[in-house]
Each structure stands twice: as C-alpha cells, then as structure tokens.
C-alpha cells in the first residue's frame, strides 16, 4: 500500500545518478531508469499511472567520447511479461557464493584498513572498476562529476529530494553529500537509497576518511537505504550499516538484501544491473512511500525548463 507523504509537504523530485562504464546516449538511459522505477511501482506496488519528476545526472560522457550504441547493447532496458510483482528479497538465498566471499574480503579488509596498504582493492578497482580507479586517482575528473551532481541537488534544495544512485555513482553522490554537508547544509536528502555500491570497500573507506574525516552517515541525509543484491559482485564488501556510523542526528544505514531479476538479451543474469534494482520490491515501498500527493507533482521540473544538456534531462515516468 502506498504510504502518502504528509498534508503540505514539499513537492518531491527523484535525482538518479548511474554507475560505472560507458553507458547509451542520455535520452534512452534516463527513459531506461524513469521506466524501470515505473514498472516497479505498477507491478510491486498496483500503482495504475505512477507520474513523478525525475532527473538524471550523466557523467558517461567525461570519460567516453562516444556513448554506446542501444542496437547493440546486451543489456539494455526490456519490461518483463506480466503483472505479478517481482520476487521479494525475502525469498534470496540466506547464503550465496557471493557471501563467502565477502566473509573471506572482511578478514582481509581489516588487514588493509589497519596497514593503510590495499593491494586488494587496488587490484579491484584497477582491473575491474577503472571508472572508480579513475576517479579515486584524477581530482579533475572527480570534480567535474560531483560538479554534475551539485548542480542538481542545489537546483532542487527547495523539494523534497529522493536521490538514487547506482554502483560508482553511490561512492560519487556520497562525497557529494558530505561536501554540501560542509560548503551548503541548506541542501538536504530526505531519502538517499544506494543500489550495488561499492561503498563498503577498504580503499574507498580509507580515501572517505582522509577527505573528511570520518565515514558515517551525511548530516544532510534524514534517511539511507542501501540495497543489493547477495551475488553482486560489486557489493562484495557487503552490507553498509557496521561500517557507517550513525550521523550527529542518529541516522543510520539500513541494509536490505534484494533479488536484482535483470536478465541480459542472451538470457544470462546480471545482478549488478540498474534496471533489476530499481523495480524491486524494496525499492518501489522506499519510491511509493516518497510520492503521495505532495511528493508527485508534474513531471517537468517548474522553476526552469529541461534542456538538451546531459547533465540533467527530465522525462515523464509515462513512457
């Protein structure tokens, strides 16, 4: 059931930020997420004709000249026959290969967050996540695309912000957040929902402390949801909440474990993928729990028109 938000609250707006790797042009992939958090809500939630503002913060395009070609993606965007909702993370397996193996990271995790020395992680992030590799070594590159997100959620202080990030985009809109937690308090998150992130990782923990000082929740974050999937390879390290301490308001991480359903065009699964993560169950309740009446709102953002520029692109949900 949908839970409404309060009588003469703040109109709300949804910022999605993507993850690692080149990705399609901005206009299929902001249909893709607007489209896939709309399936989610019709299906997980009976919504008939869910209509919310969405904006989508795109950073492809500072590190790849050309965006993929969508004809020849192996996983883009398709909503999946039926009406059914889909599995609920209660139904995951209570242990995965992928558990195992992030017990065996913690142990080594210690070790590298002790020592300060991360050869794990170094290799990780290297060889399988240059994106964050780039951006945890290229302060130009990393300013450019937290610059993205600034301008967003400054754009929108005056709304209720429900900010959705993806993979890398979790480590960039959290140094985000803790920079405006600094340099602009008045721009606050009412929800901060993590999707895959890697978060949880001894590098990015080590690099978050020695930028500010401590890792805990943002003070400008009144609520954070971190979602994934337990054979995500990207969320290796785990849940978030034993690494993140509370913030000065006592807000803590609250870590659920969801079954990401994405399957690639050859049938294969894809638990790390956007699109399975955000039309899960647990996500369209955080989303249906955001967009009563006063959350919805019209689609197109009313202070200032949307414009061809990647850095931020509004579509209807009604796609």
């Excluded at 002790?114 to 992030?125: E, K």
Aim: hydrophobic share 40%.
């Amino acid at each position: 059931m949908i839970m409404h938000a309060a009588e003469g609250e703040r109109p709300g707006v949804v910022i999605g930020i993507h993850g690692l790797a080149n990705k399609p042009p901005v206009a299929e992939k902001t249909r893709w997420w607007a489209s896939a958090i709309r399936e989610g809500l019709v299906r997980n939630e009976g919504l008939a004709d869910p209509d919310f503002t969405f904006r989508f913060v795109y950073w492809a395009d500072l590190r790849y000249d050309v965006p993929l070609a969508c004809e020849d993606l192996p996983d883009p965007y398709r909503a999946v026959p039926g009406t059914d909702p889909f599995p609920d993370g209660g139904e995951a397996p209570t242990c995965t290969g992928h558990d195992i193996l992030a017990t065996l990271y913690a142990g080594l995790e210690r070790i590298q967050e002790m020592t300060g020395v991360t050869p794990v992680d170094d290799t990780i992030l290297e060889h399988r996540f240059d994106d964050l590799w780039h951006y945890n070594v290229t302060q130009a590159f990393a300013r450019s695309v937290r610059a993205r997100l600034i301008e967003e959620l400054v754009a929108h202080r005056d709304r209720r912000i429900l900010l959705v990030a993806h993979s890398m985009g979790a480590v960039i809109a959290y140094d985000t957040l803790r920079l405006l937690e600094r340099d602009d308090p008045s721009v606050r998150v009412a929800q901060f929902v993590t999707l895959g992130a890697p978060l949880g990782l001894a590098k990015v923990k080590l690099k978050i402390e020695a930028e500010t000082g401590s890792v805990r929740v943002p003070n400008n974050v009144a609520r954070w949801t971190n979602l994934a999937d337990g054979d995500d390879i990207v969320a290796v390290a785990g849940t978030l909440a034993a690494d993140y301490a509370p913030s000065d308001a006592g807000v803590a991480v609250e870590d659920r474990r969801v079954i990401n359903d994405y399957h690639r065009l050859d049938g294969t699964r894809n638990h790390h993928k956007s699109y399975g993560y955000l039309r899960t169950p647990e996500f369209s309740r955080l989303a249906a729990g955001f967009l009563g009446p006063a959350g919805a709102g019209p689609s197109a953002d009313p202070r200032r028109p949307a414009t061809s520029r990647s850095v931020q692109d509004t579509v209807r949900s009604r796609l």
